[in-house]
């Protein structure tokens, strides 16, 4: 039987280790690199360079040389997060149990950390190891996948338009399209990027994106709904703050009860595009149950 929480230690750790070794190489060690470090290793789920790896291994391809994405992804996320929680933004001053970035060493500092962790990001992507195990081809397609799911078509665009969303009542159709650029873009890249560095065919890869689609979708509901009922000890970060900045939710426009059952239909559809899939995609399986039964 596929034990998730083993899988998701170890490939954690592999990410992790190799994270390390990205920072160490840094040529100007002190306060910017250092502010790079507390948010870049400060824990979290890992859950996009996770998912890059286990859409490699879903196709027959290999862990480690997918590392290098894996890593860019975690960077990419990490940044984007620095920045998002900037007084000029959420203004929030708690991110994985520990005072953000901006609190921590001060606002100047976690903007250049942030636009040091993405420059790092594209850098890792054309040098790092396992670059050259694979078809140049095939790293381009990942680059521009990448970068397009983080910038103005994709990630950024969706933080501009939450922020325009503040105080607005937004239609169940507007905050899906916002949420697939600001959450799910991402989570789609990193699945489908593992599957081309892992070699996947046209299908697999188009198979994978409706998977990746669905629990992106799937894991802003939650977070949605762990905003509302659940545990600040357990999220490391504070509750009902969406409320409070008055967001259009989805337990605010369909209420809490139909927010979780709309979240299971999302991981249901995420599974059944899997249907053609053998063992190797259990770990995605598997992941898609965890988004929506996290605490966290």
Known sequence: MFELAAYLESKRQLVNDRLEECLSGATWPGRLMEA??????????RLRPILCIAGAEAVGGDAEAALPAACALEMIHTYSLIHDDLPAMDNDDL?????????????????LAGDALLTMAFEILSTGNGVHAHPPDRWLAVVGRIARAAGSRGMVEGQMRDIAAENAELSLDDLARLHSLKTGALIQASVCSGAVLG?????????????????????????????????PTLLGKNVGTDELRHKSTYPSI??????????KELIEAAIEALNTFDHRSDPLRTIANYIIERKR
Do not use: W
């Open 36 to 45: 790079m470090s507390y948010s870049l290793m400060a824990g979290g789920k």
């Open 254 to 263: 369909m209420g809490l009860e139909k927010s979780k059952s709309f979240a």
């Open 95 to 111: 991110r994985r149990g520990k005072p953000t970035c901006h609190i921590a060493f001060d606002e100047a500092t976690a903007i």
């Open 199 to 231: 070699g996947g065919t046209a299908e697999q890869i188009e198979n994978l994106e409706t998977y990746a689609r669905n629990i992106g979708f799937a894991f802003q509901v939650k977070d949605d709904v762990l905003n509302v009922e659940g545990d």
